[in-house]
């Protein structure tokens, strides 16, 4: 079976809206295990002020799905923004060292 790592980087809503929609594919077609990364400008796409319908929608297949969500911590220092102020995450993590376990595991890495 595969495992995949989704880093979502990218300030563009219909990117984070499209990685969001494979991991939960790959996830539902199979995937062994399927989790994101929000890091960067990405890491904005996570908080209260950013928050609608639909991805909320998307975040609740998340967690339905079993997806791991991490949020970097570097990438919410630089950007100013606290853990309260995440709709969702499960962990804080430094997103390059994430990436690095990861990828020593033998996660596929799909960079949005």
């Known amino acids: 079976m595969v495992k995949f790592l989704i880093v979502l980087k ?3 809503h ?3 809206k499209t990685g969001l929609n494979i991991a939960i594919n790959l996830k539902i077609n199979g995937a ?11 890491i904005s796409f996570l908080t209260k002020k950013l928050e609608n ?11 339905n799905n079993n997806i791991k969500l991490y949020a970097c911590q570097k990438s919410m220092e630089n950007y100013g923004i606290s853990k309260d102020n995440l709709i969702y995450v499960d962990e804080v ?3 390059s060292k994430l990436m690095l376990d990861y990828s020593e595991k033998e996660y596929k890495i ?3």
Request: hydrophobic share 40%.
């Open 93 to 95: 993590n430094i997103g």
């Open 53 to 63: 319908e639909q991805f909320n929608e998307q975040i609740n297949k998340i967690k």
């Open 10 to 12: 990218s300030s563009d």
């Open 32 to 42: 062994e295990d399927v989790k994101v990364l929000y890091l960067g400008p990405a």
């Open 110 to 112: 799909l960079i949005f």
């Open 14 to 16: 219909l990117d984070i």
